[in-house]
Protein backbone atom coordinates (compact mmCIF):
# COMPACT_ATOMS: atom_id res chain seq x y z
CA UNK A 1 0.00 0.00 0.00
CA UNK A 2 0.99 3.64 -0.66
CA UNK A 3 1.66 6.23 2.09
CA UNK A 4 -1.21 8.40 0.73
CA UNK A 5 -4.51 9.41 2.36
CA UNK A 6 -6.53 6.31 3.59
CA UNK A 7 -9.97 6.32 1.95
CA UNK A 8 -11.50 5.21 5.57
CA UNK A 9 -9.87 5.97 8.11
CA UNK A 10 -11.76 5.30 12.09
CA UNK A 11 -10.27 6.45 15.17
CA UNK A 12 -12.21 5.27 18.24
CA UNK A 13 -15.60 5.01 16.66
CA UNK A 14 -18.02 4.23 19.32
CA UNK A 15 -21.64 3.90 19.02
CA UNK A 16 -23.49 3.04 22.33
CA UNK A 17 -27.89 2.67 22.44
CA UNK A 18 -28.02 3.37 26.10
CA UNK A 19 -27.09 0.70 28.27
CA UNK A 20 -26.32 -1.72 25.18
CA UNK A 21 -23.61 -2.01 23.57
CA UNK A 22 -22.84 -1.32 19.81
CA UNK A 23 -19.30 -0.77 18.23
CA UNK A 24 -16.49 0.65 20.96
CA UNK A 25 -13.37 2.03 19.83
CA UNK A 26 -12.94 1.08 16.74
CA UNK A 27 -9.55 2.22 15.11
CA UNK A 28 -8.83 1.29 11.61
CA UNK A 29 -7.96 2.25 8.29
CA UNK A 30 -8.34 1.33 4.46
CA UNK A 31 -6.18 2.58 1.36
CA UNK A 32 -6.49 3.71 -1.85
CA UNK A 33 -7.63 0.41 -4.01
CA UNK A 34 -7.86 -2.03 -1.54
CA UNK A 35 -10.71 -4.40 -0.87
CA UNK A 36 -11.34 -4.47 2.71
CA UNK A 37 -12.99 -7.24 4.04
CA UNK A 38 -15.56 -6.47 7.27
CA UNK A 39 -15.84 -9.47 8.59
CA UNK A 40 -18.36 -10.64 11.15
CA UNK A 41 -21.80 -12.39 12.55
CA UNK A 42 -24.80 -11.00 11.98
CA UNK A 43 -25.04 -8.76 15.43
CA UNK A 44 -21.56 -8.50 16.00
CA UNK A 45 -22.05 -4.40 14.72
CA UNK A 46 -21.18 -4.29 11.12
CA UNK A 47 -24.23 -2.27 9.94
CA UNK A 48 -23.79 -0.34 12.69
CA UNK A 49 -20.11 0.59 11.80
CA UNK A 50 -21.25 1.05 8.36
CA UNK A 51 -24.16 3.30 9.47
CA UNK A 52 -21.94 5.55 11.63
CA UNK A 53 -19.43 6.20 9.07
CA UNK A 54 -22.03 7.57 6.33
CA UNK A 55 -23.31 9.81 8.85
CA UNK A 56 -26.61 7.69 9.00
CA UNK A 57 -26.40 7.74 12.99
CA UNK A 58 -23.75 9.63 14.80
CA UNK A 59 -21.16 8.05 17.13
CA UNK A 60 -21.01 8.59 21.05
CA UNK A 61 -17.38 9.05 20.44
CA UNK A 62 -14.69 9.29 18.18
CA UNK A 63 -14.70 10.04 14.46
CA UNK A 64 -14.25 8.86 10.87
CA UNK A 65 -13.40 10.42 7.08
CA UNK A 66 -14.13 8.97 4.25
CA UNK A 67 -11.93 10.12 1.28
CA UNK A 68 -9.99 12.49 3.43
CA UNK A 69 -13.32 14.75 4.40
CA UNK A 70 -14.78 14.66 7.63
CA UNK A 71 -18.00 12.24 7.72
CA UNK A 72 -20.17 14.63 9.43
CA UNK A 73 -19.45 17.81 8.40
CA UNK A 74 -18.92 16.67 4.86
CA UNK A 75 -21.30 14.28 4.60
CA UNK A 76 -23.11 15.33 1.32
CA UNK A 77 -20.07 15.80 -0.73
CA UNK A 78 -18.93 12.32 0.21
CA UNK A 79 -22.35 11.05 -0.84
CA UNK A 80 -21.76 11.93 -3.75
CA UNK A 81 -18.15 10.25 -4.29
CA UNK A 82 -19.29 6.66 -3.02
CA UNK A 83 -21.36 3.77 -4.12
CA UNK A 84 -23.57 2.35 -1.29
CA UNK A 85 -25.38 -1.02 -1.31
CA UNK A 86 -27.30 -1.33 2.53
CA UNK A 87 -27.92 -4.65 3.89
CA UNK A 88 -31.57 -3.90 3.78
CA UNK A 89 -32.74 -1.04 1.21
CA UNK A 90 -36.52 0.07 0.16
CA UNK A 91 -37.05 0.21 -3.42
CA UNK A 92 -39.96 1.84 -5.65
CA UNK A 93 -41.89 -0.54 -5.56
CA UNK A 94 -44.33 0.33 -8.62
CA UNK A 95 -40.97 1.77 -10.53
CA UNK A 96 -39.66 -0.26 -13.41
CA UNK A 97 -35.50 -1.17 -12.70
CA UNK A 98 -34.77 1.35 -14.76
CA UNK A 99 -36.80 4.11 -13.77
CA UNK A 100 -35.28 3.28 -10.53
CA UNK A 101 -31.49 3.66 -11.70
CA UNK A 102 -32.25 6.59 -13.83
CA UNK A 103 -34.01 8.50 -10.75
CA UNK A 104 -30.73 7.72 -8.92
CA UNK A 105 -28.38 8.53 -11.46
CA UNK A 106 -30.36 12.29 -11.66
CA UNK A 107 -29.49 12.82 -7.57
CA UNK A 108 -25.83 12.35 -8.39
CA UNK A 109 -25.76 14.11 -11.71
CA UNK A 110 -25.74 11.51 -14.39
CA UNK A 111 -24.64 8.03 -15.11
CA UNK A 112 -23.66 6.47 -18.17
CA UNK A 113 -26.85 4.55 -19.44
CA UNK A 114 -24.30 2.37 -21.59
CA UNK A 115 -22.73 1.21 -18.37
CA UNK A 116 -25.93 0.16 -16.33
CA UNK A 117 -26.65 -1.84 -19.36
CA UNK A 118 -23.57 -3.65 -19.65
CA UNK A 119 -24.07 -4.13 -15.73
CA UNK A 120 -27.35 -5.16 -15.70
CA UNK A 121 -26.59 -7.89 -18.55
CA UNK A 122 -23.48 -9.35 -16.37
CA UNK A 123 -25.81 -9.56 -13.53
CA UNK A 124 -28.57 -10.74 -15.74
CA UNK A 125 -31.19 -8.20 -14.97
CA UNK A 126 -34.37 -7.08 -16.29
CA UNK A 127 -34.58 -3.23 -16.13
CA UNK A 128 -37.81 -3.13 -17.50
CA UNK A 129 -39.59 -5.25 -14.96
CA UNK A 130 -41.51 -3.35 -12.14
CA UNK A 131 -39.94 -3.79 -9.04
CA UNK A 132 -42.77 -5.00 -7.20
CA UNK A 133 -42.72 -8.59 -9.28
CA UNK A 134 -38.92 -8.89 -8.87
CA UNK A 135 -37.66 -12.08 -6.45
CA UNK A 136 -35.60 -10.34 -3.20
CA UNK A 137 -32.07 -11.77 -5.36
CA UNK A 138 -33.29 -9.56 -8.25
CA UNK A 139 -33.83 -6.19 -5.85
CA UNK A 140 -30.66 -6.84 -4.27
CA UNK A 141 -29.48 -6.94 -8.44
CA UNK A 142 -30.43 -3.55 -8.97
CA UNK A 143 -29.28 -2.21 -5.48
CA UNK A 144 -25.84 -3.45 -6.81
CA UNK A 145 -25.96 -1.78 -10.25
CA UNK A 146 -27.04 1.50 -8.23
CA UNK A 147 -23.82 0.81 -6.33
CA UNK A 148 -21.57 0.50 -9.22
CA UNK A 149 -22.93 2.86 -12.45
CA UNK A 150 -21.37 5.72 -11.39
CA UNK A 151 -17.99 4.70 -10.78
CA UNK A 152 -17.58 5.99 -7.53
CA UNK A 153 -13.80 6.41 -5.75
CA UNK A 154 -15.64 4.12 -2.83
CA UNK A 155 -17.99 0.82 -2.87
CA UNK A 156 -19.42 0.79 0.48
CA UNK A 157 -21.04 -3.00 -0.11
CA UNK A 158 -23.32 -4.39 3.22
CA UNK A 159 -23.82 -8.26 2.89
CA UNK A 160 -23.73 -7.67 -0.99
CA UNK A 161 -24.20 -11.21 -2.25
CA UNK A 162 -27.69 -12.08 0.39
CA UNK A 163 -29.95 -13.70 -2.60
CA UNK A 164 -27.93 -14.37 -5.31
CA UNK A 165 -27.24 -17.53 -7.04
CA UNK A 166 -23.92 -18.74 -7.18
CA UNK A 167 -23.02 -17.58 -10.71
CA UNK A 168 -23.97 -13.68 -10.17
CA UNK A 169 -21.88 -14.14 -7.03
CA UNK A 170 -19.26 -15.20 -9.11
CA UNK A 171 -19.78 -12.07 -11.66
CA UNK A 172 -19.85 -10.11 -9.31
CA UNK A 173 -16.86 -11.20 -7.34
CA UNK A 174 -15.33 -10.45 -11.16
CA UNK A 175 -16.86 -6.88 -10.82
CA UNK A 176 -15.00 -6.09 -7.23
CA UNK A 177 -11.94 -6.86 -8.93
CA UNK A 178 -12.45 -4.83 -12.06
CA UNK A 179 -13.25 -1.86 -8.93
CA UNK A 180 -9.75 -2.66 -7.24
CA UNK A 181 -8.02 -2.95 -10.99
CA UNK A 182 -9.53 0.53 -12.20
CA UNK A 183 -8.51 2.10 -8.40
CA UNK A 184 -11.80 2.12 -6.53
CA UNK A 185 -11.62 1.07 -3.04
CA UNK A 186 -14.12 -1.30 -1.40
CA UNK A 187 -15.42 -2.18 1.88
CA UNK A 188 -17.33 -4.88 2.05
CA UNK A 189 -18.67 -6.31 4.72
CA UNK A 190 -20.20 -10.33 4.73
CA UNK A 191 -20.34 -12.93 7.21
CA UNK A 192 -19.62 -15.40 4.44
CA UNK A 193 -16.28 -16.58 4.65
CA UNK A 194 -14.90 -17.67 1.28
CA UNK A 195 -16.17 -14.66 -0.07
CA UNK A 196 -14.07 -12.44 1.76
CA UNK A 197 -11.03 -14.76 1.36
CA UNK A 198 -11.62 -14.71 -2.23
CA UNK A 199 -11.86 -11.37 -3.02
CA UNK A 200 -9.84 -8.93 -0.18
CA UNK A 201 -6.72 -7.90 0.17
CA UNK A 202 -7.47 -7.36 4.25
CA UNK A 203 -9.73 -8.37 6.63
CA UNK A 204 -11.27 -6.91 9.69
CA UNK A 205 -12.89 -9.32 12.08
CA UNK A 206 -15.51 -7.91 14.34
CA UNK A 207 -16.72 -9.46 17.52
CA UNK A 208 -19.53 -7.96 19.82
CA UNK A 209 -18.58 -4.19 18.56
CA UNK A 210 -14.75 -4.94 19.41
CA UNK A 211 -12.28 -5.22 16.26
CA UNK A 212 -9.81 -8.75 17.25
CA UNK A 213 -8.22 -8.25 13.91
CA UNK A 214 -7.02 -6.24 11.12
CA UNK A 215 -4.69 -7.72 8.92
CA UNK A 216 -3.89 -9.35 5.34
CA UNK A 217 -6.38 -12.36 4.71
CA UNK A 218 -2.31 -14.00 3.83
CA UNK A 219 -0.60 -12.97 7.30
CA UNK A 220 -3.44 -13.54 9.29
CA UNK A 221 -3.72 -17.34 7.56
CA UNK A 222 0.04 -17.74 8.48
CA UNK A 223 -0.28 -16.77 11.99
CA UNK A 224 -3.11 -19.72 11.83
CA UNK A 225 -2.36 -23.47 13.16
CA UNK A 226 -1.62 -25.61 10.36
CA UNK A 227 -1.70 -29.05 10.66
CA UNK A 228 1.46 -31.22 9.05
CA UNK A 229 1.67 -34.64 8.40
CA UNK A 230 5.73 -35.64 6.85
CA UNK A 231 5.59 -38.95 5.99
CA UNK A 232 9.83 -40.45 6.08
CA UNK A 233 11.45 -43.31 4.58
CA UNK A 234 11.88 -45.06 8.13
CA UNK A 235 10.96 -44.43 11.93
CA UNK A 236 12.44 -41.34 13.39
CA UNK A 237 12.30 -40.69 16.66
CA UNK A 238 10.00 -38.48 18.32
CA UNK A 239 13.00 -36.38 20.47
CA UNK A 240 13.73 -35.00 17.01
CA UNK A 241 10.65 -32.84 16.61
CA UNK A 242 9.46 -32.34 20.50
CA UNK A 243 10.06 -29.13 22.08
CA UNK A 244 10.53 -27.15 18.76
CA UNK A 245 8.98 -23.45 18.56
CA UNK A 246 4.89 -23.50 17.65
CA UNK A 247 4.50 -27.01 17.41
CA UNK A 248 1.89 -28.91 19.38
CA UNK A 249 0.03 -32.18 19.73
CA UNK A 250 2.67 -33.51 18.11
CA UNK A 251 2.20 -37.56 17.50
CA UNK A 252 4.89 -39.67 15.79
CA UNK A 253 4.03 -42.85 14.55
CA UNK A 254 6.61 -44.64 13.56
CA UNK A 255 7.91 -43.40 9.62
CA UNK A 256 4.61 -40.73 10.05
CA UNK A 257 4.98 -37.09 12.15
CA UNK A 258 1.44 -35.63 12.45
CA UNK A 259 1.41 -31.95 14.14
CA UNK A 260 0.20 -28.55 14.96
CA UNK A 261 2.33 -25.59 13.76
CA UNK A 262 1.92 -21.89 14.45
CA UNK A 263 4.18 -19.16 12.56
CA UNK A 264 7.18 -20.34 10.87
CA UNK A 265 7.38 -23.89 9.96
CA UNK A 266 11.07 -23.13 9.49
CA UNK A 267 11.94 -25.64 12.54
CA UNK A 268 9.99 -28.15 11.82
CA UNK A 269 11.35 -28.20 7.93
CA UNK A 270 15.05 -28.12 9.23
CA UNK A 271 14.21 -31.52 12.03
CA UNK A 272 12.72 -33.26 8.82
CA UNK A 273 15.62 -32.61 6.77
CA UNK A 274 18.06 -34.42 9.01
CA UNK A 275 15.79 -37.58 7.81
CA UNK A 276 14.82 -39.19 4.20
CA UNK A 277 11.40 -37.43 3.64
CA UNK A 278 8.84 -38.84 1.36
CA UNK A 279 6.31 -36.46 1.36
CA UNK A 280 4.80 -33.40 3.53
CA UNK A 281 0.55 -32.88 3.08
CA UNK A 282 0.00 -29.08 4.76
CA UNK A 283 -3.54 -28.78 5.89
CA UNK A 284 -3.61 -25.05 5.54
CA UNK A 285 -6.22 -22.85 7.29
CA UNK A 286 -9.23 -21.26 5.81
CA UNK A 287 -10.41 -17.94 6.92
CA UNK A 288 -13.12 -19.44 8.47
CA UNK A 289 -11.26 -22.05 10.41
CA UNK A 290 -9.74 -18.76 11.72
CA UNK A 291 -13.01 -17.04 12.26
CA UNK A 292 -14.06 -19.54 14.40
CA UNK A 293 -10.93 -19.73 16.68
CA UNK A 294 -11.54 -16.08 17.19
CA UNK A 295 -15.73 -16.33 17.95
CA UNK A 296 -14.91 -19.91 20.04
CA UNK A 297 -13.06 -18.14 22.74
CA UNK A 298 -15.18 -18.46 25.80
CA UNK A 299 -18.36 -20.10 23.94
CA UNK A 300 -19.33 -15.95 23.00
CA UNK A 301 -21.23 -16.14 19.32
CA UNK A 302 -20.96 -12.38 18.87
CA UNK A 303 -24.33 -11.43 18.81
Known sequence: MTDATPIIAAQRLTKRYGAQRGIVELTFAVDP???FGFLGPNGAGKTTTIRTMLDLIRPTSGSVALLGLDSHGRSVEIHRQIGYLPGEFALYEHMTGRDYLAYFADLRGGADAGFVDVLAKRLDSDLDARIA??????KQKLGLIQAFMHRPRLLILDEPTQ????????????MIWEARDAGQTVFLSS????EVERVCDRVG??????LVAVEDVGALKAKAVRTLELHFAEPVPREAFAGLPGVSDLEVHGDVVRCDVTGSMDAVIKAAARFELLDVESHEPSLEDIFLRFY????GDGR
Open 191 to 194: HVMP
Open 296 to 299: GREG
Open 205 to 210: IIREGS
Open 33 to 35: GEV
Open 133 to 138: SLSHGN
Open 163 to 174: GLDPLIQQEFHR
